[in-house]
């Protein structure tokens, strides 16, 4: 039976609830409206593709409080005209529930996402017989994702592939992660850290040193329930290097020469950071949304020379940012996370780097030269 998938080309016919006598003055296009006509709802209105077998549950009401002892439940083909009756739910007090596959809503297990039945619900048992049209549709229960979509090749920056599964009613039995490198490669399972993986949701840690430069990583998420299965859909983690290549510069800042833009690589009137002789150091000049960050760590010389945007922004969300560095010493490298606001009116978010090159004490007057790169999207 072909269905209609796209619920634009049944909308005209979605009208809550269709009298089958005419005895009413409101008539429209032959259709006839009952006051006190029963409305008649389905749920739950999604299955997933491991629901074998969903228990749905019908609720009739009426505006009279009258019961409805029936509901005849009839699928929907290529028109309103086309129906197939494919069951009969009995009521207690309004309400009911019956057991439909999605065979019998001729849904498609390869359309997840797509496919929607359309099913009558007509009701017996009361005056005015009234038919209520709903629609239900089938996902896929698998949602599977990365949190960065590129990871740095050779190094132990972690990324993380997540997946979570839901179902209407199905029980799933167990999951399976699997990895391939490029898109001809041959996926191999993943062992879970212990045991087995989680059978609602988990996630998958690794790391860009466990792979090379400018592979693909490819990741699928199983999820079984029975003799079902259900794939989410592929996960992609791009292996590269990412570089702080967009606006470079430097300077030497003391009491005379104070203030730096780093947006303009100048000296100039509209600074973004000032120099500060009472603590040796810079801070975030007035109105600059600007934060920095030392970093502590043993390669933070390498990080500024290869400016490494993904290690220094791991460094950064390591520390606490501030708006002023005191002491300020030859060698020492700073992550600043600046925003500005664009010629459009937007905010603009951008990542740098600052090293400090040398100090100097000069007839009891300190200065200090830098040296700075900041991301292309700070250019605006």
């Known amino acids: 039976m072909k269905k209609i998938n796209h619920i634009k080309r049944y909308l005209a016919f979605t009208i809550p609830v269709i009298a089958m006598i005419s005895c009413s003055d409101d008539d429209v296009n032959g259709v006839t409206f009952q006051e006190n006509a029963a409305a008649v709802s389905i749920a739950p209105s999604r299955i997933s593709t491991l629901d074998q077998n969903t228990e749905f549950t019908v609720t009739a009401t009426s505006a009279n409080e009258a019961s409805v002892e029936s509901v ?3 699928l929907q083909g290529e028109n309103v005209s086309n129906l197939t009756e494919i069951g009969t739910v009995s009521l207690v007090g309004n309400e009911g529930t019956i057991s439909l596959s999605s065979a019998t809503l001729d849904l498609s297990l390869e359309e997840a996402n797509k496919d929607q039945a359309v099913v009558h ?11 209520s049209i709903k629609t239900i549709s089938i996902y896929n229960p698998v949602d599977a994702s990365a949190t960065s979509s590129v990871i740095e090749a050779e190094t132990t920056i972690n990324d993380t592939l997540k997946y979570e599964i839901t179902t209407s009613s199905a029980e799933v039995d167990r999951v399976i992660i699997e990895q391939k490198v490029f898109f001809d490669g041959t996926y191999t399972e993943i062992p879970a850290p212990t045991g087995d993986w989680h059978t609602s949701k988990s996630e998958y840690i690794f790391q860009g040193e466990d792979f090379t430069l400018n592979d693909t990583i490819y ?5 079984f329930s029975g003799a079902l299965s259900a794939v989410g859909d592929e996960v992609k983690v791009f292996v590269d290097t990412q570089r702080i290549d967009g606006i470079s510069g430097g300077a030497t800042l003391n009491t005379t020469t104070s203030n730096y833009n780093l947006l303009e690589s100048s000296l100039i009137a509209d600074p973004e950071i000032t120099f500060d002789n009472t603590i040796f150091g810079f ?14 760590s043993s390669d933070a010389t390498e990080i500024f020379d290869e400016k490494d945007l993904l290690r220094a922004e791991a460094a950064y969300d390591l520390g606490t940012p501030v708006n002023e560095i005191s002491n300020v010493q030859p ?3 700073y992550v600043y996370k600046i925003q500005r606001t664009n010629e459009d009116g937007e905010q603009v978010n951008s990542t740098g780097l600052i090293k400090i090159d040398v100090v100097s004490v000069i007839n009891n007057t300190n200065s200090f030269e830098f040296s700075y790169a900041e991301e292309e999207d700070a250019v605006q």
Do not use: E, H, R, Y
């Open 219 to 223: 990741f699928k998420v199983t999820a």
């Open 121 to 131: 619900l007509t009701t017996s048992g009361i005056a005015p017989s009234s038919t």
């Open 283 to 296: 801070k975030a000049a007035a109105s600059t949304q600007i934060t920095f960050v030392k970093i502590t």
């Open 331 to 333: 060698n020492d490298v």
């Open 72 to 74: 005849v439940i009839s």
